[in-house]
């Protein structure tokens, strides 16, 4: 894939999700359910077609007002579409069209949501930074590993899930970090290309990362969702 076709592919992506985006930052700070009920106008309540919910084009064409009431609709929704779409296609254009590319466009998708939110509220919330945080180990340990990791440390991962039920979510994380710690201090001292090409064991991380989930992982978990949803 061409780096021109990667943007415009991404550029699409980052305005569908946008419009998302656009329903995170209005109901996450006040509690709602991200999935229901559907989009609706702000003014009437009518819940908007999908016809009428295409990214910035809708708008365009229904002229900024709902289809029932005629009511404006904020030329924000627009603006956060074409905006996160831009910024997307801006990473592969910069990053190019590989997997460099997705941890900015997933950095990307959390930045938006924050600064509406923050913008509005005055708070950036957790719900949003955690799992982002957890996510952005995740990619950074994947894309650092990929070619170190094979289908034994998946099996082991798979084991793991058996025996330690939710658990298992901690001892990931663990063996995440771990990963990522050490795939960076070889990078650090091998560099960026030799130390991406560098074989990394993964499976004492994941032993690791078993050990504390036998010991803490329910507790840790029971402390996330107590603390934070």
Known sequence: MTTATGAVLAGILGAIVGSFLNVVAYRLPRGESLA?????????????????????????????RCRHCKQPISARYPIVEAGTGLLCALVVLVKGADEDAIIGI??????????????????????????GAVLGIALVAAIVQRRGMGMGD?????????????????????????????????????????????????????????????????????????NFF
């Open 106 to 131: 997933v950095l990307v998708l959390l930045l938006v949501p924050v600064t509406l939110i923050d913008l509005d509220h005055h708070l950036i919330p957790n719900k949003i930074t955690y799992p």
């Open 36 to 64: 229901h009920p559907p989009s609706r106008c702000p003014s009437c309540g009518k819940p908007v077609k999908p016809y009428d919910n295409i990214p910035v084009l809708s708008w365009l064409l229904l002229r900024g």
């Open 154 to 226: 998946v099996k082991l991962a798979f084991v793991l899930g058996v025996y330690l039920g939710r658990a298992v979510v901690p001892a990931i994380f663990v063996a995440l970090i771990a990963g990522a710690l050490v795939g960076a201090l070889i990078i650090a001292r091998m560099g960026v290309e030799k130390g991406r090409k560098a074989g990394i064991p993964f499976g004492p991380w994941l032993s690791l990362g078993g050990v504390v989930g036998l010991l803490a992982g329910d507790a840790i978990v029971d402390w996330y969702l107590d």
